[in-house]
């Protein structure tokens, strides 16, 4: 009985916790960050790590936008 997540579940709780951390993009936004991302690491052929480096790289976006905003 495992309690392991799939890539779909895994990219979902992405999805919730930069919607929480970067409320003020909207949560629309987030997600297609986040699904940018994820197609554009689709091809990868091993796949054990790509919900950290989807992760990350929409942090870095979101987190650039939401600066910008800021400044605005």
């Known amino acids: ?3 392991e997540l799939n890539e779909d579940d895994m990219i979902e709780e992405i999805v ?4 929480e951390k970067y409320a003020a993009l909207g949560g629309d ?6 699904n940018h991302h994820r197609v554009a690491l689709d091809s990868a052929k091993v796949r054990d790590f790509l919900p950290v480096l989807i992760e990350r790289a929409s942090k870095d976006q979101l987190k650039a936008e939401a600066k910008a905003a800021k400044s605005v």
Not at 16 to 19: G, K, Q
Request: no cysteine.
């Open 1 to 3: 009985m495992g309690t």
């Open 16 to 19: 919730d916790r930069l919607t």
């Open 29 to 34: 936004r987030v997600r297609e960050v986040v």
